[in-house]
């Protein structure tokens, strides 16, 4: 009986250490993937807010050209 134990409890602690390894590195890939999606996310707001600030810089093109050309006319 003493003999079972002592092979279980040896191998345990051979296999604990690589379950421990395992898991360490599926958490740190899980740590990874969302960080490298969140970073995409910003990037696409970024992008998005490019977009936007571009359109709103047209528009305020097209208004000071009709501004300049009402003022040509008076």
Request: charged share 25%.
């Amino acid at each position: 009986m003493n003999v079972m134990m002592i092979s279980l409890f040896g191998l345990i602690f051979e296999i604990l250490p690589i379950v421990v390894l395992i898991i360490g590195i599926l958490w740190i890939r899980n740590v990874v993937a969302r960080s490298e999606k969140r970073a995409d996310e910003q990037l696409f707001m970024e992008r998005e807010r490019s977009k936007q600030m571009q359109v709103l810089i047209e528009r305020l093109d097209h208004i000071e050209q009709q501004l300049d050309s009402n003022a040509k006319r008076s």
